[in-house]
Structures are given as C-alpha cells and as structure tokens.
Nanobody, 129 residues
Framework: QLQLVESGGGLVQPGGSLRLSCAASRSTVRYYDIGWFRQAPGEEREGVSCLNNRGVGTDYANSVKGRFTITRDNAKNTVYLQMNNLKPEDTAVYYC??????????????????????WGQGTQVTVSS
C-alpha cells in the first residue's frame, strides 16, 4: 500500500521560497495522480495543486497560480511543490495525497479530498516576518 511522507516545510519570510517534497514508498508514484492540499487554522482543507499519473497534466488553485509549481522525479519516486513568492496567507499545514491514476490528460486542483485514498502526515509552512 502506498505510503507518502512530506518534508520541506518551515518558517520563511514573505517573498521567500520553499520546496516541499512528497516521497512515496511501497509503490511507484507514477501510477498515481498526486494532489497537494493545505489547511490553515480554523479553515477547511483546500486543494492547491495536482499532477496526473501521466506526469504532464497539472492544475493550480487560482491563489497560487504563477507562484507554485508541481513536478515529479520518477527516479526518486518523489513529487515536489516549489513555492515562490510566498505570502502570509500561504501559512498552513501542507499535505500530499494520491489516488490511483486515471490516465486522464489533466487533473483538477479543486478535486475533493475524498477523491484521494492515500495521505501523508503533513508539513507546516509558516510565512511571517
């Protein structure tokens, strides 16, 4: 059964960058659609980005378009979320999630979390001066 472990979170100043990693084990990540979600205190969890199992279809929430980039390294069995120009409103716990790949040409960052079967434990991102 697929296992996911996030890392790379931390404290960063506004305008700074972080790269989150989602390392997969016990299965091959390229068989799965991957989503990144985040949950701020007192807020519902929201979809941030996704990458389809083909590795070429991506989508982003409007709030992060142009600032975040999702990529995959098949050799490392890892999916990354590069976050640039971070803002205080990006502060949240970030989770990666996976579902069996649908072989569709794209994915939707707005897909409900219920569509994903496997979840990591989350990594905290805090953007503050």
């Amino acid at each position: 059964q697929l296992q996911l472990v996030e890392s790379g979170g931390g404290l960063v100043q506004p305008g700074g960058s972080l790269r989150l990693s989602c390392a997969a084990s016990r299965s091959t990540v390229r068989y799965y659609d991957i989503g990144w979600f985040r949950q701020a205190p007192g807020e519902e969890r929201e979809g941030v980005s996704c990458l389809n199992n083909r590795g070429v279809g991506t989508d982003y929430a409007n709030s992060v378009k142009g600032r975040f980039t999702i990529t995959r390294d098949n050799a490392k069995n890892t999916v990354y979320l590069q976050m640039n120009n971070l803002k205080p409103e990006d502060t949240a716990v970030y989770y990666c999630a996976a579902r069996v790949g649908r072989n569709e040409p794209t994915c939707s960052a707005g897909s409900a979390e219920g569509h994903y079967n496997y979840w990591g434990q989350g990594t905290q991102v805090t953007v503050s001066s």
